[in-house]
């Protein structure tokens, strides 16, 4: 679980994302609780798939997260952090 430091933290990073959407492309990979999501079908695209994975970028922030086969989200943070996390997750 996290602590309310990294819970305002994850507050505070989304804040930034909607008023300056340009800024997620310099986001890391940010801490994740997996959560699953409804697959993205209005306000995500995706950007890659393989073996039941996929990188999907949001519309409004430009954040990026990874989902499992099960729609789980397992990551999220900037689009370079999140597609090398991916690649390595691929080579597993």
């Given at each position: 679980m996290f602590s309310s430091t990294e819970i305002i933290l994850i507050q505070k990073a989304?804040?930034?994302?909607?008023?300056?959407?340009?800024?997620?492309?310099?986001?890391?990979?940010?801490?994740?609780?997996?959560?699953?999501?409804?697959?993205?079908?209005v306000f995500w695209n995706d950007l890659a798939e393989a073996n039941g994975w996929r990188v999907q970028k949001n519309n409004i922030t430009g954040h990026c997260r990874m989902l499992d086969n099960e729609d789980v989200r397992r990551a999220w943070g900037g689009e370079e952090a999140i597609m090398n996390f991916f690649q390595k997750i691929l080579k597993k």
């Amino acid at each position: 679980m996290f602590s309310s430091t990294e819970i305002i933290l994850i507050q505070k990073a989304l804040e930034l994302l909607n008023k300056f959407p340009d800024l997620a492309d310099e986001l890391p990979m940010l801490p994740n609780i997996n959560f699953p999501t409804m697959g993205g079908e209005v306000f995500w695209n995706d950007l890659a798939e393989a073996n039941g994975w996929r990188v999907q970028k949001n519309n409004i922030t430009g954040h990026c997260r990874m989902l499992d086969n099960e729609d789980v989200r397992r990551a999220w943070g900037g689009e370079e952090a999140i597609m090398n996390f991916f690649q390595k997750i691929l080579k597993k």
